[in-house]
């Protein structure tokens, strides 16, 4: 069994932050619906994509 790292813990708060990234754009449109709503969810979910990437990338790295 390993142990968890801070480096672990890292690596799980940018996966979250990229889950949120993806969500955000869902949730300001029932707040304020506006043509540009499709621009806005792209841009986030690619932000998003990219972000859960990153986060993946800082648990498997090695020392």
Do not use: H, N, Q, W
């Not at 707040?31 to 990338?57: E, K, N």
Request: aromatic share 8%; hydrophobic share 50%.
């Amino acid at each position: 069994m390993r142990e968890v790292t801070s480096r672990d813990g890292l690596g799980a708060g940018i996966v979250g932050l990229g889950i949120m990234y993806m969500v955000y754009p869902y949730a300001a449109s029932e707040m304020a619906p506006d043509a540009s709503f499709g621009t806005l969810a792209g841009l986030c979910l690619v932000a998003g994509f990219l972000t859960i990437l990153c986060g993946i990338a800082v648990i498997r790295m090695k020392d």
